[in-house]
Protein backbone atom coordinates (compact mmCIF):
# COMPACT_ATOMS: atom_id res chain seq x y z
CA UNK A 1 0.00 0.00 0.00
CA UNK A 2 1.05 3.60 -0.50
CA UNK A 3 1.96 5.39 2.47
CA UNK A 4 -0.94 7.72 3.25
CA UNK A 5 -3.55 5.35 1.90
CA UNK A 6 -2.46 3.13 4.61
CA UNK A 7 -5.76 1.77 6.32
CA UNK A 8 -7.83 4.15 4.20
CA UNK A 9 -10.94 1.78 3.60
CA UNK A 10 -13.62 3.09 1.14
CA UNK A 11 -17.12 3.29 2.43
CA UNK A 12 -16.21 3.12 5.89
CA UNK A 13 -17.93 4.95 8.64
CA UNK A 14 -16.81 4.05 12.17
CA UNK A 15 -19.31 2.62 14.35
CA UNK A 16 -19.68 4.01 18.10
CA UNK A 17 -17.56 0.96 19.23
CA UNK A 18 -14.69 2.03 16.95
CA UNK A 19 -14.81 5.47 17.70
CA UNK A 20 -14.95 4.09 21.75
CA UNK A 21 -11.78 1.66 20.61
CA UNK A 22 -9.77 4.78 19.28
CA UNK A 23 -10.50 6.95 22.16
CA UNK A 24 -8.76 3.89 24.35
CA UNK A 25 -5.93 3.63 21.86
CA UNK A 26 -5.26 7.34 22.21
CA UNK A 27 -5.86 7.17 26.15
CA UNK A 28 -3.09 4.35 26.11
CA UNK A 29 -0.56 6.20 23.96
CA UNK A 30 -1.40 9.61 26.15
CA UNK A 31 -0.70 7.26 29.18
CA UNK A 32 2.88 5.87 28.39
CA UNK A 33 4.05 9.28 27.36
CA UNK A 34 3.24 10.72 30.63
CA UNK A 35 5.00 7.19 31.99
CA UNK A 36 8.06 8.07 29.98
CA UNK A 37 8.22 11.27 31.57
CA UNK A 38 7.72 10.63 34.79
CA UNK A 39 10.10 7.90 35.05
CA UNK A 40 12.80 9.69 33.39
CA UNK A 41 12.66 12.28 36.65
CA UNK A 42 12.48 9.24 39.16
CA UNK A 43 15.83 8.76 39.48
CA UNK A 44 16.81 12.51 39.49
CA UNK A 45 14.62 12.87 42.05
CA UNK A 46 15.86 9.80 44.25
CA UNK A 47 19.46 11.31 43.35
CA UNK A 48 18.96 14.83 44.50
CA UNK A 49 16.21 14.75 46.98
CA UNK A 50 17.27 11.64 48.29
CA UNK A 51 15.56 9.63 50.87
CA UNK A 52 14.90 11.52 53.89
CA UNK A 53 17.52 14.46 52.46
CA UNK A 54 16.94 17.52 50.92
CA UNK A 55 19.60 19.11 47.53
CA UNK A 56 20.74 21.28 50.30
CA UNK A 57 21.33 18.84 53.30
CA UNK A 58 23.29 16.76 51.21
CA UNK A 59 27.30 16.79 50.17
CA UNK A 60 28.03 16.18 46.95
CA UNK A 61 29.98 12.83 47.64
CA UNK A 62 26.41 11.39 48.43
CA UNK A 63 25.10 12.53 45.10
CA UNK A 64 28.22 10.89 43.57
CA UNK A 65 27.52 7.64 45.43
CA UNK A 66 23.69 8.10 44.32
CA UNK A 67 24.69 8.65 40.65
CA UNK A 68 27.53 5.80 40.46
CA UNK A 69 25.06 3.36 42.58
CA UNK A 70 22.11 3.52 40.42
CA UNK A 71 20.83 0.44 38.58
CA UNK A 72 21.06 2.77 35.30
CA UNK A 73 20.95 -0.79 32.69
CA UNK A 74 17.51 -1.38 34.07
CA UNK A 75 16.87 2.01 34.39
CA UNK A 76 17.27 1.91 30.45
CA UNK A 77 15.82 -0.96 29.91
CA UNK A 78 12.68 0.40 31.83
CA UNK A 79 12.85 3.06 29.59
CA UNK A 80 12.81 1.22 26.32
CA UNK A 81 10.19 -0.97 26.98
CA UNK A 82 7.29 1.50 27.28
CA UNK A 83 6.71 1.52 23.40
CA UNK A 84 6.76 -2.06 23.14
CA UNK A 85 4.01 -2.42 25.87
CA UNK A 86 2.00 0.36 24.24
CA UNK A 87 2.69 -1.22 20.91
CA UNK A 88 1.52 -4.58 22.19
CA UNK A 89 -1.75 -3.08 23.91
CA UNK A 90 -2.41 -1.26 20.96
CA UNK A 91 -1.88 -4.51 18.78
CA UNK A 92 -4.49 -6.21 21.22
CA UNK A 93 -6.92 -3.84 21.40
CA UNK A 94 -6.58 -3.48 17.50
CA UNK A 95 -6.66 -7.75 17.05
CA UNK A 96 -9.58 -7.49 19.04
CA UNK A 97 -11.96 -5.38 17.10
CA UNK A 98 -11.01 -6.99 13.69
CA UNK A 99 -11.74 -10.59 15.02
CA UNK A 100 -15.45 -9.21 16.24
CA UNK A 101 -16.42 -6.99 13.82
CA UNK A 102 -17.14 -7.65 9.97
CA UNK A 103 -17.21 -6.10 6.39
CA UNK A 104 -15.28 -2.67 5.99
CA UNK A 105 -14.98 -2.19 9.97
CA UNK A 106 -12.99 -5.63 9.94
CA UNK A 107 -10.70 -4.29 7.17
CA UNK A 108 -9.85 -1.42 8.81
CA UNK A 109 -8.76 -3.10 12.07
CA UNK A 110 -6.97 -5.46 10.34
CA UNK A 111 -4.86 -2.96 8.86
CA UNK A 112 -4.85 -1.09 11.83
CA UNK A 113 -3.38 -4.60 13.51
CA UNK A 114 -1.07 -5.30 10.51
CA UNK A 115 0.74 -1.57 11.01
CA UNK A 116 1.40 -2.61 14.70
CA UNK A 117 3.62 -5.29 14.28
Given amino acids: MM ?16 LETI ?10 TVLGVIMTYIPLFQIFAGRK ?4 ASNGS ?3 LQV ?3 DWKTFSESLESI ?32 ALL
Avoid: H, Q
Fill in 3 to 18: KGNFCTVKGFKPSPRT
Fill in 23 to 32: KEMNRISDLA
Fill in 53 to 56: TFPF
Fill in 62 to 64: TKK
Fill in 68 to 70: LNS
Fill in 83 to 114: PKIRRDRLRNLAGSMELYSTGEERKFWGCVTD
